[in-house]
């Protein structure tokens, strides 16, 4: 029966260690800045950050072994020169939404960590047309 009790206390003991120390890393929480917001604020140019905008039509540039990308990212106000190294999303291409995690170097071009492209839904409703028959009523 003793051993039940210090064998139960140890794996407590253990599962408190362990979540203690995964909840109170240093690290510090990566926000979402659209490019009027992150060029605004000097502080955070040193930081690592989540960039979300649009791809600015004709600015991309590609590598020829698709493994370096160049693009600019805007908010319709500002954009922000991007290089991203890596795979690159299938869906990836101009006009489309993304969200790049990353930090600026000292060139000011947003060295890119995590390409992701947010493609339109084609679960989302057609509400531009009205012609378009709505969700039916069950009666």
Request: net charge positive.
């Amino acid at each position: 029966m003793k051993v039940k009790w210090t064998v139960g206390l140890i794996i407590t003991v253990g599962a408190l260690a362990l979540f203690f120390l995964s909840s109170t890393g240093n690290s510090k929480p990566v926000f979402y800045y659209n490019p009027s917001q992150f060029l605004a604020n000097p502080k955070i140019k040193e930081d690592r950050v989540r960039l979300k905008g649009t791809i600015q039509p004709g600015s991309v540039k590609m590598s020829p072994d698709r493994l370096n990308l160049w693009f600019n990212i805007t908010d319709g106000k500002k954009s922000i020169p991007v290089h991203y190294s890596g795979a690159i999303p299938d869906a990836f291409q101009q006009g489309l939404e993304v969200v790049v995690d990353g930090r600026m170097d000292a060139e000011n071009t947003f060295e890119g960590r995590e390409l992701i492209v947010k493609c339109p839904s084609k679960y989302e409703s057609k509400a531009s047309d009205p012609t378009e028959p709505g969700p039916r009523e069950s009666s």
